[in-house]
């Protein structure tokens, strides 16, 4: 068990599509609370097409969290909760943005607690200055051409802007 | 520093009049992500004067939480992140029910992010079945002789009824 | 039983601190729902005190359903349940004004349905017109000496003005 | 009319796909309020295509529902008030889980009142056991595979198995 | 600049997909905080595609603004605070209707607010009798046939009427 | 009139009990819009007692907007709308922060529409790093000696810390 052998482990589950500052500073405060922390990037989606491969995805974030010792990124291709359980962990960490978040995430949240009775979900406040960012709002700014260099990594910055000058429309 | 030393530390602060299951629910399931979990009973508040002493308080928590090996009660009177600080906690753990929880919850959190950047307030949603009780819920459909039962632990549920027979009109 | 014996009754409870167009429009609605229609007046509370007696506040939802044959006004002085079981109601209807409205009323059904498995909770949305409007902005409007003559009936708006200008701080 | 006969009748109108547990205790609950009710099943919708055609929703439903004496189920390819006058309804149920649901809910009742008068809309609160959940979080627990037996019937559980096995990607 | 030659412009960027009574309300009123008001219609989007083009919908827009000396129709075919900045605009202003209306509006605006500093986003309350009609709202019952005389312009009512005769499942 | 001398007049009511750094950035973004804002400080209240007098209240905020040259200090002692009126405004400017204030302001919006069709109330959305500041919260860090000098003027968190220092439990 996660916690007989003293080590607890968490997921931290996304689409990242692209991940942003908001992400990186939730799973640097998640790392701080867990002894490893995996960032399961969502490997397909019955809902939406991403604009960047999984592959893409996962390096994208790997990049970005290259300086913390005890995250690691893995592809995530299974009910949330039964990745968690595979993995060994103990939680499930989510970042808290607003009201529309919270009432998609409760309800996620009361469904996995149902599917795995051992495993928590647990949600960290966006820190002010984040609490306006998200993956879509990025894409959005980037297919107008838009600045979006205060808000990602700059190898995502990069990446969006060479993506979208190829083809505005998708995002 | 509580990570340094293999051990993580968290406090679950709150007023606690009185302790409730969905309270203890939340005490339980934040156990298992720590190394130690401190139960914070305030004492006193500048808002509203709680039905029972803190000594009451306490006791009740105390009593409702003694299957918890990892898990001390301690009265909280000072501003929440310096009471952190001095326990040597990595974070906060709040229960999160509703809406109108989150609203507040979430500036608390920003207001506290920012007098002490290094501990963290985390949120974990409340069971469904808890998910509409509160204590001043409890206080109310006692102070009418309602059964609360249902809510609280059976050491508080008893001395509701006895605190509600000789003044009602306290809750 | 109620239905047994082919007959439907309901109570509308509420402190009706005064009564407002927008509760008469709702007891208008429901009464159309329901063989029986019970408005169920506060008798006091806990938390605060109204500006108008328990009299008062029945003899003024009495003018203004005067003209509703299946409605009826009592006194509510029990836990609600209690009173709307000896009452042999099938359900309690509330108003829904806004989403401050919801959380408050939603945790009380859920308390009230664990009370009383049998008595359901059931909302009727308040009028586009009458969405804005409630006891206590309109006792906060007369306060200042405003009009208040588009919002209560025109018994209420004379008692109002009479009250305010004897205490206006009494809102 | 429907009350000069001493009869009341309402419709309970959805797309259910699938229904769920929770759609059957809110029907089960309405049911005990009016002569008669009938689930209206939505044929067709503009905006999404749902997973089980009309026919098989309405079996769905009908087997759910078998044991419910006053309870009637119909295809509704109307203006839903249009669907709820030609059958004599005095009202539409709906069933009210979240704040997410409560915004889009009380602009359609706003919508639907406007266009008829005398049709109201009333919200029965989900219970809180089923409180989180939906036939979106069915459907997409079930295309990942996973266990959805606590949220349907049986019948439609073994149907969503079927189903998803045939084409996963169709949650 | 807009301040120093002593007049101030403001634009009300939207869809308008059509224009409903509830914009040209917002647009009224706005009208007079300003000296010059353009309302700017989306020329595409990333997201949806509009049933009415956009030359139409600028149509739509101007008839309905007719009377109103001091507004302007415009498309908008870049990121919103670079087409208000080429404007010479002080700020823009949205109608605000509800909570999922807000949440959404509080991210653009900060998104907005860090891509131009010197541009406000301002937003007006809906007027009560407009709170709930929305331009999908109005969609949605012209497609299915019905009335929708008092949410719209009588022109856009009648090309909406027309519109759906050709093809009912655009909406 | 306001508009047809050229000049536009906005009032920004409030209770101020203290000024806080959010105030004075929704005050200078507000003065940017109008060529006069008057910062009206409301001289007593219903429901709750200021821990600073009305005299102390405007000179913290005439010291905070000493630097903008078309802003105006004055006491609010009616109804704001007639307030509103007898100044000569256009307008009623609020800063917006959170989903809890949302529903009091639109309800308050409302009111005061219909008591004055001619005065509009505007939202200016709370900048992101002033999102979580609110008078309350800053009185209630204050009173346990916390430090609330990033969140308002140097001179009022001198006043506080000598307030809170004679009474602590005025807060």
């Known amino acids: 068990m996660t916690v007989q052998d003293g ?14 500052l908001g992400h990186v500073d939730i799973i640097e ?14 490997d397909g989606s019955f809902k939406k097409r991403p604009i960047f491969s999984t592959a893409e995805r996962i390096a994208f974030v790997e990049e970005s969290v290259a300086h913390l010792e005890n995250v690691e990124v893995r592809p995530l291709g299974d009910l949330v909760v039964r990745h968690a359980q595979d993995a060994g962990a103990l939680a499930m960490v989510k970042g808290l943005r607003a009201i529309s978040d919270f009432d998609y995430e409760f309800q996620m949240a009361q469904i996995n607690k149902h599917l795995a009775e051992d495993i928590e979900t647990i949600y960290l406040p966006a820190s002010a200055k984040y609490s306006f960012i998200s993956s879509g709002g990025v894409r959005e700014v980037a297919a107008w051409g838009g600045p979006v260099d205060d808000w990602v990594p700059p190898h995502v910055a990069a990446a969006l802007r060479e993506r979208m000058q190829r083809s505005p429309t998708a995002g």
Chains 1, 2, 3, 4, 5, 6 share one sequence.
């Open 7 to 20: 080590r607890r482990l968490a997921i931290c589950p996304g689409t990242y599509d692209p991940v942003t």
């Open 29 to 42: 405060r998640a790392s701080r609370l867990f002894d490893t922390l995996i960032v399961s990037v969502t």
